[in-house]
């Protein structure tokens, strides 16, 4: 009587359905699979700014768990015993120590930290890549405007985490952040000494305010970051991914690679590929050597010290005031040249962030968007867009004007003077020159769609006359130019009483603001007109 065996592999293909068949029958984790596996993904290079972003926070998670094991968030003051020569002895902060033992006795310490704070930068300037490829090719519009506030408020929090991560150290650059910090803080009035001894836990610098910051870095900016990832991630999948027009592609139906097996393969390699920039660049370039400055001590301020790019707008801002901005009014000393920078801040983030509602409520667009503009179809948003780049690179360029003095020996205050008529008229010019360039491409392309590519080739006719011989279009490369929506400005229509209410005004003013100036599209009859023309 022969006896059959089953070999290891069918026992271990056996175990492994059947867990997957326990797990399925009590989470329905299948049918979550399925469905996003299913879920079609196009592959725009553009499109990778948001995985870029992703991964450099994967990254950062996984950085910021091996720097947690060795870093000490305590102002508790010691002296420094490692092995850097030059700050033994030294009097600091246990924060500030801790930093310098990652850096110089823990194995891989340095690389890890600077793989943290690289990551931590491509995170922010990829997050902010992504909103701009967002809004000059209209992907916010419905059904999509939560996803761009989500996205916004990611953008945020991403900034508050990077901030509070550089302020962790103790050293000089970091204590001068968190004194900006402070002054803003007690610039409002009446409660702002009382908000300043809340946040540092007493006078400035405060007994712990390091593991405050802490507490916010490593946990609840994480969780919030995490949540709002997810959150629009979950929406993404929901409303399916905008694409760019080609063939086959309509607001219906989405053209790409299904998520498993392939986009899933392309975007793990894809991880490896940043990770493993991320980790080149940490190991080339160095960034934020603390044992250059030392531990923190408001006496050794000096000019060259600046944030990290993500924050040095609002640096920037506070620079472009002009002095003597303070008033005394009702026994409290309001400081305009605090408050005023933090307000211009507060409503052009808030603007950023209604963008999209505004735009809709001007349009009176109602359709669902899943094909995006080419930014020269939307010239007042593609204008308003360089517009408000333009606004936050002139704060940005502030933050440093000391160099930019320093550098170009030119005068400190006239450095700050054309920065301050660059804050307002920069955003002006950038405007007026990007519409009338949108409007300009339009204009080509409208030519292009009538009349043909330019060939070059001159012929002369029997009667004597040159013209040049134009390449005719396909009829895909021509729907490329012409299928955009040319929107018109609204019409007044008194209501039932004969009146127009403002708010009526006030939309169709904004109305003909962004569509007065608009190059309407060939219709098929100028099509045919001009191929008869030209035959």
């Known amino acids: 009587m022969s006896t059959v065996t089953t070999p290891p592999a069918q026992r271990g293909d056996r175990f492994t359905v059947a867990a997957a068949k326990y797990i399925d029958d009590r989470t329905k984790v299948g049918v979550a699979v399925k469905e996003f596996g299913r879920k079609v993904f196009p592959d725009h290079w553009s499109f990778l700014l948001g995985e870029v972003a992703l991964y450099s926070f994967i990254v950062i998670l996984i950085s910021g768990t091996f720097l947690t094991l060795f870093f000490q968030a305590s102002m508790v003051e010691t002296h420094y015993t490692g092995p850097y020569v030059p700050m033994k002895g030294i009097e600091m902060s246990a924060a500030m120590a801790s930093t310098l033992d990652i850096s110089f006795s823990v194995r891989g310490g340095l690389l890890m930290r600077q793989v943290h704070h690289w990551a931590a930068l491509l995170f922010v300037a990829a997050i902010g890549l992504h909103m701009l490829r967002i809004f000059f090719t209209g992907a916010f519009r419905k059904p999509r405007e939560l996803n761009w506030v989500i996205g916004f408020v990611l953008f945020v929090l991403a900034m508050a985490e990077g901030f509070t991560g550089y302020s962790l150290p103790d050293d000089v650059l970091s204590g001068n952040g968190l004194r900006i910090i402070d002054g803003i803080i007690k610039a409002i009035p009446v409660i702002g000494t009382y908000l300043s001894f809340f946040f540092f836990g007493g006078e400035f610098p405060g007994t712990d305010i390091v593991g405050r910051l802490y507490m916010l870095h490593i946990m609840v900016l994480p969780a919030l970051v995490i949540l709002f990832v997810a959150l629009h991630l979950a929406f993404v999948v929901i409303h399916k991914h905008t694409q760019y027009p080609g063939p086959g592609k309509t607001q219906q139906n989405v053209v790409g690679y299904p998520v498993l097996p392939v986009y899933a393969a392309k975007a793990g390699g894809f991880f490896f590929i940043v990770f493993g920039v991320i980790m080149l660049i940490a190991s080339f370039v160095a960034i934020n050597p603390i044992w250059n400055y030392g531990p923190y001590d408001p006496s050794p301020v000096s000019a060259g010290t600046q ?18 901005w303070e008033t005394y009014w009702f026994g409290y000393t309001w400081s305009w040249n605090m408050l005023i920078p933090v307000g211009v801040i507060g409503v052009f983030f808030v603007l950023v962030a209604i963008y999209p509602f505004i735009e809709a409520w001007v349009t009176g667009d109602k359709r669902e968007h899943h094909l995006l503009d080419r ?29 930019i003095a320093t550098h170009f020996q030119l005068a400190m205050e006239g450095v700050i003077h054309g920065l301050q008529a660059l804050l307002i008229l920069g955003p002006i010019i950038a405007y007026a020159v990007t519409k009338r360039i949108c409007l300009g491409l339009q204009k080509k392309d409208r030519s292009i769609a009538l009349h043909g590519y330019e060939s070059a080739r001159i012929v002369r006719l029997p009667g004597g006359e040159f013209i040049e011989v134009h390449k005719p279009l396909t009829e895909y490369e021509r729907w490329q130019l012409v299928s955009y929506n040319a929107y018109e400005p609204l019409m007044l229509r008194p209501n039932a009483d004969g009146r127009i209410p403002f708010g009526k005004r006030l939309r169709a003013g904004f109305s003909r603001w962004f569509f007065q100036d608009r190059i309407v599209p060939p219709t098929q009859g100028e099509i045919e007109q001009a191929e008869h023309e030209g035959h």
């Not at 790019?309 to 002095?323: E, N, Q, S, T």
């Not at 930014?375 to 160099?403: C, E, H, K, Q």
């Open 307 to 324: 944030p990290d790019w993500y924050i040095g707008f609002a640096d920037g801002a506070l620079r472009l005031v002009p002095p003597g």
């Open 375 to 403: 930014p020269r179809n939307a010239p007042t948003r593609t204008a308003i867009g360089a517009a408000g780049v333009t606004f936050y690179a002139v704060m940005w360029a502030a933050a440093s004007s000391d160099l």
